[in-house]
């Protein structure tokens, strides 16, 4: 036993070194170009014509940096359980409709929300919420055409959120290791940290709810969110 938990104590430290790695590299990236776009700014370009090119520069770099540090607080608190007890009711429709309507897609794109008017669920909003929006940006990120369906439906014993699309799908070798932190897969570009999915994995699991994916080369990809129960909204 004592062999087991020394074991287990040393895969932890394993995973976050790994953990603490990775994520300085994810930080140096933006961090850099910050830091050289200053330093042609200082060195006379301020006074120039291409002082809005580099404004614009540091303006994406920081908004890249801010979005990691988000990503990877929510990634720690989802992981921690610190979130688990804050439950409450969230109508979903409303939810689902809010976050299609911030989604950047590609031109040509549809994104629908199909979803009954009291469809709710108890769980902790800001995780649920944060899960559902890494599902649709990733989606969004992987869809150059075709559509983006964000869905609810309920069951006896469950309600299930649906985030779909068309895009090219994942590979069979890829698909067991898309929730892993920092993965980035074939398709992935250079504006992905490898981080959405695993979020909506670690969201999930404090939240008590499954994630189902369905994918293939050419066939788009199905992720549900499955909460255990079910919940209706009271009209007055």
């Known amino acids: 036993m004592m062999l087991e938990e020394e074991l287990a104590i040393r895969d932890q430290e394993r995973v976050e070194r790994d953990f603490v790695t990775n994520a300085a590299h994810e930080l140096q990236s933006p961090l850099a170009s910050i830091i050289s776009a200053i330093e042609v700014l200082q060195a006379g370009a301020k006074d120039g014509p291409e002082r809005d090119v580099f404004l ?4 994406r770099a920081s908004d890249r940096l801010a979005r990691l540090v988000r990503s990877m607080l929510v990634l720690a608190r989802a992981q921690s359980g610190i979130e688990q007890p804050r439950d409450e009711l969230i109508a979903l429709g409303p939810v689902l409709e809010e976050i299609a309507a911030a989604l950047n897609v590609a031109p ?9 008017p009291d469809a709710a669920v108890v769980s902790n909003r800001e995780l649920a919420e944060q899960a559902l929006i890494n599902l ?26 649906v985030v779909s699309d068309t895009g090219p799908g994942i590979p069979a070798p ?9 993965y980035r897969g074939s398709g992935q570009g250079e504006g992905g940290f490898g981080l959405g999915l ?8 404090s939240l008590g709810a499954e994630v189902e994916l369905e994918s ?6 199905v992720v549900r969110l499955r909460f255990p129960g079910t919940a209706t909204l009271v009209s007055e």
């Open 56 to 59: 614009e520069h540091i303006e």
């Open 108 to 116: 040509g794109v549809e994104v629908r929300v199909s979803c009954p």
């Open 216 to 221: 293939a080369p050419g066939e788009g990809t």
């Open 136 to 161: 649709a940006e990733n989606a969004a990120k992987h869809t150059a055409e075709g559509v983006i369906e964000l869905s609810a439906r309920a069951s006896e014993t469950a309600t299930v959120l």
């Open 174 to 182: 890829e698909r067991p290791h898309v929730f892993e932190r920092f």
């Open 198 to 205: 695993a979020i909506v994995h670690a969201a999930a699991r």
